[in-house]
């Protein structure tokens, strides 16, 4: 009986943590509804576990077990296919008792449609650990920008698509704005950052993709639609 007070205690607090977080998905979805609502786009709720396989080549829906999409936005943003989302994985660890535990991670999301074929292309915020591989020669590109360079790791299969999409006007758009990571695949661009946005962060992301897309250049957009 002396661990009851134990127990119930830990009783009480899984249920306020429960209350409160209840609480604040519904708030979200209420946010988001009302900003698809304001954009013309459609919201839904439901779980989604198959968007790993529809975008195979969105690497960052492959993380983890127990993966699947949430909170879902759908429509037109300025002539592109928009479908915006939150994403759940589970990853696990064992602690300095032997114990396995769970971790939960969230995210948000946008796979925004392209009228023009891309290619492969990731941008992303440079990391810690990218100084030390570009010390080793790795393959991150670098560009006339040492600004940009520096805040910035780029990867493409295709080096010279690379400086074709990010020209100076292009790294002048970005390093006006915030960091998120960016990969062109055939015919969508995909963009998230390690949590969930806010509503007004969906707008930010997409118009980043969508001042990406908007300034290529003319020979770029003939050479692909060939």
């Not at 002396?2 to 519904?26: D, N, T």
């Not at 690497?59 to 994403?87: A, M």
Request: proline share 3%.
């Amino acid at each position: 009986m002396e661990f009851l007070p134990f127990i119930l205690f830990f009783l009480v607090f899984a249920g306020v943590a429960m209350y409160f977080g209840a609480r604040a998905a519904k708030k979200r979805r209420e946010a988001l509804t009302a900003w698809a609502n304001s954009h013309g786009m459609t919201f839904t709720q439901g779980r989604d576990g198959s968007l790993d396989e529809r975008f195979p080549n969105f690497k960052r829906l492959q993380s983890g077990s127990n993966r699947y999409g949430y909170n879902f936005t759908e429509g037109d943003w300025q002539g592109h296919p928009f479908f915006g989302f939150d994403y759940h994985y589970e990853t696990h660890s064992t602690d300095s008792k032997g114990r396995r535990q769970t971790h939960h991670h969230h995210f948000s999301a946008i796979i925004f449609g392209s009228k023009v074929p891309l290619k492969h292309l990731v941008i992303r915020p440079e990391g810690m650990f990218d100084k030390v591989k570009d010390f080793f020669g790795y393959d991150d590109i670098n560009f006339e920008s040492a600004e940009f360079s520096k805040k910035f790791h780029v990867s493409a299969e295709d080096k010279k698509w690379a400086y074709d999409v990010l020209h100076a006007r292009a790294i002048e758009f970005l390093l006006d704005k915030t960091r998120y990571t960016i990969q062109f695949d055939r015919n969508e661009v995909y963009i998230f950052r390690g949590g969930t946005f806010k509503p007004e962060q969906f707008d930010e992301a997409a118009n980043i993709v969508h001042g990406l897309l908007s300034q290529l250049p003319d020979y770029v957009i003939q050479q692909q639609q060939r």
